[in-house]
């Protein structure tokens, strides 16, 4: 199943499909059963129903409900604002740990022995084609960071990587924007990771029944049409077995959470010279069987 939200009347609705073309959708929340109130509006809300708004959703949509189409309509964040803080994983891809090190002068092959995590503020996240402020005066080094994103379901705690899988509702596209000046400014990074609006997410959320292996997964980021980022999931240093279960070691996840998963190098500090974002810049990130995230910097 692939799940995403729209306007519909100034409000959010949830809509779903079983075809992998997402050409068109049905509005689940238009045809939830009972009251409108208790009916999901976006993929958080369905999550936190568990299977039985899961089997809720799978009963609409081979009902055969009227759908629209999906060109025209506008997409938002498929997870609302979330509840939580955004859990992150920096440094998961050896090539982008390898340009990290040599642009900070450092020993090209060091590598991190434990998973870094850090989180991003529920004012981070924004949607499909919203506009990354380029926070003009705050920041002078706005970049860019292709992620996976993975959506909590089930969740827990003390998760066994064996059986994290069934942790997780489905799988998403995060673009993780960062001020570079401020990351380093401050140390702990998340001064500069947590900039309003500095995560777009979505538009889809991929149900995990519908990716075969997370670990498979072609990720490529263009900015104004000239490819910067291009790798695939099976590149992570720590899987997504490894990650979930890490993170919940003494921390309950909760269904719909986020946990965006590290980038592929290509970021804009590293290169030489280092090309950060500007007003008027479109990125764009295509995540294979997921989808395509697309947004404009504006001031």
């Not at 009347?9 to 779903?16: D, F, R, T, V, Y």
């Not at 964040?77 to 994983?89: A, E, Q, Y």
């Not at 990351?183 to 500069?192: D, E, I, L, M, V």
Request: proline share 6%; net charge negative; aromatic share 6%.
């Amino acid at each position: 199943m692939y799940f995403c939200v729209f306007e519909c009347k100034g409000a959010p609705h949830l809509g779903a499909t079983l075809s992998p073309s997402r050409e068109a959708i049905a509005d689940l929340t238009a045809a939830w059963p009972g009251e409108q109130q208790d009916a999901p509006r976006n993929v958080a809300e369905l999550a936190r129903l568990g299977d039985k708004g899961l089997d809720i959703a799978k009963r609409i949509l081979n009902e055969g409900r009227a759908s629209a189409p999906v060109a025209g309509l506008r997409l938002l964040s498929p997870l609302g604002k979330p509840l939580k803080n955004v859990f992150c994983v920096g440094r998961n891809y050896r090539g982008h740990i390898i340009e990290g090190n040599i642009a900070r002068g450092v020993d090209p092959n060091l590598f991190p022995e434990h998973i870094e995590f850090f989180t991003k503020a529920p004012t981070t996240v924004s949607g499909h084609e919203d506009a990354i402020p380029l926070h003009d005066g705050i920041t002078a080094q706005l970049d860019y960071e292709a992620e996976l994103g993975i959506v909590i379901g089930q969740g827990g705690s003390n998760i066994d990587a064996a059986h994290a899988d069934a942790a997780v509702f489905g799988y998403t596209i995060v673009n993780d924007i960062t001020g570079r000046d401020l990351q380093r400014r401050h140390g702990q990074w998340f001064k500069g990771k947590t900039l309003d609006g500095s995560c777009p997410v979505g538009p889809w959320v991929v149900h995990s029944s519908a990716i075969s292996d997370p670990q498979a997964l072609g990720i490529k980021l263009w900015v104004n049409g000239e490819l910067r980022q291009s790798d695939n999931t099976s590149s992570m240093i720590f899987t997504v077995a490894s990650i979930i279960a890490q993170l919940s070691a003494g921390l309950t996840l909760e269904p719909g959470d986020i946990i965006a998963t590290g980038t592929p190098s290509g970021v804009g500090y590293a290169m030489n010279p280092p090309r950060f974002l500007k007003e008027g810049d479109v990125v764009a990130i295509e995540i294979e069987s997921i989808g395509r995230l697309e947004n404009t910097v504006r001031k």
